[in-house]
């Protein structure tokens, strides 16, 4: 059977998608100096980072090793920092008066878990005949890392998907988003709770079909008019 990294692909293809976003909203950022696009600037630098320390290193030296275990915890530190400001907005927009403790908290608990773990045992990813990494992350350490990555994507994704907007294109948008912060959340965080290898296969295609329709609004973005970003913006209730 022929050799694919199916894992590392995925990985390695969402970050370049997440990048190309990154790149977009810095250019409107730069052209119309809103929030919106800040945000989202800022969590696909923080996310593509992540997705490629995922990648490149278990594509490169597919054998079990500790080092890849220590990226894996930062690789997923950065998912943390770069999602946490969506999950703000959202709690900022639903009037809940966490955010700012949520700011704080989230990091500092993600961060306490993953230096337990280390500290407990450092874990030496692999990837096997099938191309699928195993992370090796111990119970229950993973299931842990995996509610809070759940809730940190859920959350921006029921904002999304609930919120109010002004015109066809934001919509579209919206909805593509918040189903991106879904299946990336299940599919992303997913793949730590198994060994068992079509379940890890079915995790890592929800996360690839989750970017997949991400980088349709690659050709949203050039078929359809950009709409007033500063509407758009106080349509969706962003703000510090």
Same mark, same amino acid.
């Given at each position: ?116 773990? $280390?500290?407990?045992? *450092?874990? &030496? ?5 099938? #191309? @699928?990494?195993? /992370? !090796?992350? +111990? ?32 919509? $579209?948008?919206?909805? *593509?988003? &918040? ?5 990336? #959340? @299940?599919?992303? /965080? !997913?793949? +730590? ?48």
């Amino acid at each position: 059977m022929a050799y694919f990294a199916f894992s590392s692909a995925t990985y390695i293809f969402s970050g370049i998608i997440v990048s190309m976003y990154a790149l977009h909203y810095l250019r409107l950022f730069r052209k119309n100096g809103n929030e919106y696009s800040k945000m989202f600037f800022q969590l696909g630098c923080w996310v593509s980072f992540g997705f490629f320390l995922y990648g490149i290193p278990s594509l490169i030296y597919p054998e079990a090793h500790q080092w890849k275990g220590l990226l894996w915890f930062l690789a997923s530190f950065c998912i943390v920092i770069g999602t946490i400001k969506p999950t703000q907005v959202a709690l900022i927009a639903w009037e809940n008066k966490f955010d700012k403790l949520a700011g704080l908290a989230i990091p500092s608990v993600a961060a306490l878990i993953f230096l337990t773990h $280390i500290f407990t045992i *450092i874990p &030496s990813p692999y990837t096997d005949n099938y #191309g @699928l990494i195993h /992370w !090796g992350i +111990i119970y229950p350490f993973n299931f842990i890392i995996f509610m809070t990555g759940i809730l940190i994507t859920a959350i921006p994704a029921v904002f999304l998907f609930t919120a109010e907007v002004t015109g066809k294109k934001a919509a $579209i948008k919206k909805t *593509i988003f &918040s189903i991106t912060f879904l299946l990336g #959340g @299940l599919g992303g /965080w !997913g793949n +730590i709770l198994t060994n068992n290898a079509a379940l890890l296969i079915l995790s890592w295609s929800a996360m690839f079909f989750g970017f997949l329709l991400l980088g349709t609004m690659l050709i949203i973005e050039m078929v359809m008019k950009e709409p007033d970003l500063k509407k758009e913006e106080q349509n969706i209730k962003i703000s510090q």
